[in-house]
């Protein structure tokens, strides 16, 4: 893989072509913003993939679907294996594919993917760009194939975290997570430990799609007193966090509800002809304050 590093006054990324993953970004300062991931390390799919990176791209879909399958018009469309889960088209393809340069500079970054796998052919085209004390990631996406398709988008951060970090967005309900982290019923009720209306810690085993989402979360930082801020065009939010000790939280703004193509009228799921696209952006913004 080839990894630039890119930055400005304010920030500092390094962006791998395999996966269009970032494997860091980090203040003036040097403080990781993300978590950070070894750019020396091998890239042998079998030792290292963008699983184990600061952020990944979810194309095209997002999460996973029921069965590994879903229909549209009454054909039946099964998604293709994972070659990182057995069950499931985890996040789509884009993460684990090699992309492709076609735009550089000392601040930004485009990458491009042509894929055809199973019922979805697009091109995809990946922006990371430093602005001010911003990272804008924008997400274009295009449908290649003859037949219609049903497409997703999404981010997948890591967000560097400590014992004192604190999380707060509003959503107006959430999927309660169920067997093989499928999401089941709605609750438009937030039980306390997945309300984050107001400062919270997050704290145990996380997995849930909240809906509704008003496309901002912020993440606060006591100890270095810095609040950093997730913006997203996104009506749903992912909450992942696999224990209190591993170092990141993960906030995944995408464009569709987990296992939409299972649920009435696919939330959130664009279906796109020949030649349509669909965009997904995401900034993340550093401040200074407690």
């Known amino acids: 893989m080839t990894v630039y590093t890119l930055s400005n006054p304010h920030l500092r990324m390094r962006v791998s072509t395999q996966g269009a993953c970032l494997l ?22 079998g030792q290292w993939h963008p699983g184990q990176s600061a952020l990944f791209p979810m194309v095209p879909l997002a999460n996973r679907v029921a069965g590994n399958r879903f229909e549209l018009w009454g054909e039946e469309h099964g998604l293709p294996e994972s070659p990182v889960d057995p069950d499931f088209f985890l ?24 894929s055809d796998n199973g019922p979805f052919h697009y091109q995809a ?18 449908h290649l194939g003859e037949s219609p398709c049903l497409y997703g988008a999404g981010f997948h951060p890591f967000f560097w975290r400590d014992v004192l970090t604190q999380v707060r967005f509003l959503a107006s309900g959430v999927w309660q997570e169920g067997v093989d982290h499928l999401p089941t019923s709605w609750s438009g009720t937030l039980a306390p430990h997945l309300d984050f209306r107001r400062w919270r810690r997050p704290q145990g085993w996380l997995n849930h799609c909240y ?35 591993s170092g990141f939280v993960c906030l995944e703004p995408q464009s569709h509800a987990a296992n939409a193509h299972h649920m009435a009228g696919h939330p959130g799921l664009r279906l796109l002809a020949p030649g349509d696209r669909l965009a997904l952006v995401m900034t993340l913004t550093v401040t200074d304050g407690a």
């Open 24 to 45: 860091g970004l980090e203040d003036e300062q040097g403080r990781p913003l993300l978590r950070e991931s070894d750019p020396d390390a091998p890239c042998d799919p």
């Open 91 to 114: 996040h789509g393809d884009g993460w684990l594919r090699q992309w492709q340069p076609v735009a550089l500079s000392g601040s930004a970054v485009t990458l491009q993917l042509i």
């Open 211 to 245: 809906g509704g989402w008003c496309g901002r979360a912020e993440l606060a930082h006591p100890a270095r007193r810095q609040r950093l801020t997730l913006t997203s065009d996104s009506a749903f939010l992912m909450l992942y966090q696999p224990d209190e000790v």
């Open 125 to 142: 085209e990946l922006d990371y760009r430093l602005e001010g004390a911003s990272l804008v990631a924008r997400i274009t996406l295009t």
